[in-house]
T-cell receptor, first 115, second 116 residues
Framework: AQTVTQSQPEMSVQEAETVTLSCTYD???????LFWYKQPPSRQMILVIRQEAYKQQNATENRFSVNFQKAAKSFSLKISDSQLGDAAMYFCASQIYNQGGKLIFGQGTELSVKP | GAVVSQHPSWVICKSGTSVKIECRSL??????MFWYRQFPKQSLMLMATSNEGSKATYEQGVEKDKFLINHASLTLSTLTVTSAHPEDSSFYIC????????????FGDGTRLSIL
């Protein structure tokens, strides 16, 4: 079975500081993708970053980067220079290659940013 | 590009009625769309995978007769909640991929369903 676990229900960060959100996953498959999605109060789902499991290099998108540890099945998200607009729910998700494209989401981490 | 439109954004109806939610890919063709359900402060739970021209694939525990899914064209999938009851009240979100299903999914803005 494919599972995604986010053990931090809530996190808080000071504006301009750095915060790391944790995610672990479990799968027996070798080909998969991992994602971080952001859901602000508007509830729109916004793709933050995507990582292909076969790539050793960690994905980076501006202030967002991941620490992908395949052996440990860990996929954490680092947000640098946090901004007030980063406050949202963050969901980690996995997608198994060639299994129809469905996403399995973690429980989510609610991030608050203090001015 | 890659816009997914969901309608309506909010609907309130009486218990026992049926409600239809539409999910459209505006600028691309989507052979596969996905329907999720989200309770307050919780994660997205996949309900079903909607395939154009064929029957939807439902996740375990999702009532097929309660949640009817139709994917009649490459740009439209609908979810009908039949004989809705208060426990069906939730936030429903659809998504679609551009091209291959392993591409990142683009989400609609969701529908807030409230059953009185």
């Amino acid at each position: 079975a494919q599972t995604v676990t986010q053990s931090q229900p809530e996190m808080s960060v000071q504006e301009a500081e750095t915060v790391t959100l944790s995610c672990t996953y479990d799968t027996s498959e070798s080909d998969y993708y991992l994602f971080w999605y952001k859901q602000p109060p508007s509830r729109q789902m916004i793709l933050v970053i995507r990582q292909e499991a076969y790539k050793q290099q960690n994905a980076t998108e501006n202030r967002f980067s991941v620490n992908f540890q395949k052996a440990a099945k860990s996929f954490s998200l680092k947000i640098s220079d946090s901004q007030l607009g980063d406050a949202a729910m963050y969901f980690c998700a996995s997608q198994i290659y060639n299994q129809g494209g469905k996403l399995i989401f973690g429980q989510g981490t609610e991030l608050s940013v203090k001015p | 590009g890659a816009v997914v439109s969901q309608h309506p954004s909010w609907v309130i109806c009486k218990s026992g009625t049926s409600v239809k939610i539409e999910c459209r890919s505006l600028d691309f063709q989507a052979t596969t769309m996905f329907w999720y359900r989200q309770f307050p402060k919780q994660s997205l739970m996949l309900m079903a995978t909607s395939n154009e021209g064929s029957k939807a694939t439902y996740e375990q525990g999702v009532e097929k007769d309660k949640f009817l899914i139709n994917h009649a064209s490459l740009t439209l999938s609908t979810l009908t909640v039949t004989s809705a009851h208060p426990e069906d009240s939730s936030f429903y979100i659809c998504s679609a991929s551009v091209g291959q299903v392993n591409q990142p999914q683009h989400f609609g803005d969701g529908t807030r369903l409230s059953i009185l």
